[in-house]
């Protein structure tokens, strides 16, 4: 599954964002470890890793295109290096508790000063799609995202017509706020988005979402 993976090194303007606390990140990420999977920070050796898994058709089709090379993805990781020292967003990729090899990646990063808003996006190989893996690796970035980074609202955009990517994020607990009509360009077409978003004071209270309908 696939969602809002921005290959293109987030085009849009810098946020500038003002120094807190939880700040400790931009000097390295943390090792997130769950019980068959870790999260870590990606190096410039997962690139052949993420080429692979990225080549897939099923995970590329309805994200942002990503890096057809080893060197493309190779400065794609040092990119997200820069980005996390400059404290505008950050990456983990995804292993299995046995293995060293990335299978997928999570990408955050700040929508306004402060890294209270921002937003993700999750890329996973087709080959773990259904194992449970996704949903271990996602309630790990999620607990960090909120209890240390402190992000009070987490938006996520995916196509309307991606059922697995948008089913994931409804398990997940997150609220359907509307459809973003032809949002995203992909293959020459433009494509209507889902935003989703969870807050941070109902996940942790455990409130019942108005979700509405599920889209497909």
Known sequence: MAIASRFELFPSAAVPVAPSPSC?????????????????????????????????????????PPPPTL????????WTQRQREAGQSFAFGITLRNSDTVIGIFQVRALQPGFD????GFALGSEYWGSGLFGEAATLVLDYVFDVIGVQRLEAR?????????????????????????????????LDQVLWAILADERRAGADLPIGQLVH
């Open 117 to 120: 808003i921002a937003e993700w």
């Open 24 to 64: 400790d990140w931009r000097a390295a990420l943390p090792v997130l470890a769950g019980t068959n999977v870790v999260l870590r920070e990606l190096h410039v050796s997962d690139a052949s890793a993420l080429l692979a898994t990225f080549g897939s058709p099923e995970v590329a089709r309805l994200i942002s």
């Open 71 to 78: 060197d493309g993805f190779e400065r794609f990781v040092a």
């Open 158 to 190: 995916a196509a309307l017509k991606n059922g697995r990517g948008n089913g994931a994020l409804y398990k997940l607990g997150a609220r359907q706020e509307g459809v973003l009509y032809r949002s995203f360009l992909r293959n020459g077409v433009y």
